[in-house]
């Protein structure tokens, strides 16, 4: 049974970071990819970025290139989000999420496996 645990939301000014982490258990990631996902209060759920847990092969939205990291331990099975330069439009639920096939896809309805979510709040 495939468990994703995420943390180290919470409310921080524009400009300012956070690190995200996603701790996962359960399942042979392999070559698959783990995406981080968030979603805003009224507005569809959506893609951050992904990594391939294999080759460390990474996208991004184009709204949080150059502004976000995402990396892996693979010895923790771990995934992070480091969010830089962030801005109030960065508000939202962030989720990590892991396909149950072997895919490459940026949509939500392609991934099986949820966290809870972790909340994200910038102020202006």
């Known amino acids: 049974q495939v468990q994703l645990v995420e943390s180290g939301g919470g409310l921080v000014q524009a400009g300012g970071s956070l690190r995200l982490s996603c701790a996962a258990s359960?399942?042979?990631?392999?070559?698959?990819?783990l995406g981080w996902f968030r979603q805003a209060p009224g507005k569809e759920r959506e893609f951050v970025a992904a990594?391939?847990?294999?080759?460390?092969?990474?996208a991004y939205a184009d709204s949080v290139k150059g502004r976000f990291t995402i990396s892996r331990d693979n010895a923790k099975n771990t995934v992070y989000l480091q969010m830089n330069s962030l801005k109030p439009e960065d508000t939202a639920v962030y989720y990590c999420?892991?396909?149950?096939?072997?895919?490459?896809?940026?949509?939500?309805?392609?991934?099986?496996?949820w966290g809870q979510g972790t909340q994200v709040t910038v102020s202006s």
């Open positions: 999420a892991v396909p149950a096939r072997n895919i490459v896809s940026r949509a939500a309805s392609d991934y099986d496996y």
């Open positions: 359960g399942h042979t990631f392999s070559n698959y990819r």
């Open positions: 990594i391939r847990w294999s080759s460390g092969i990474t």
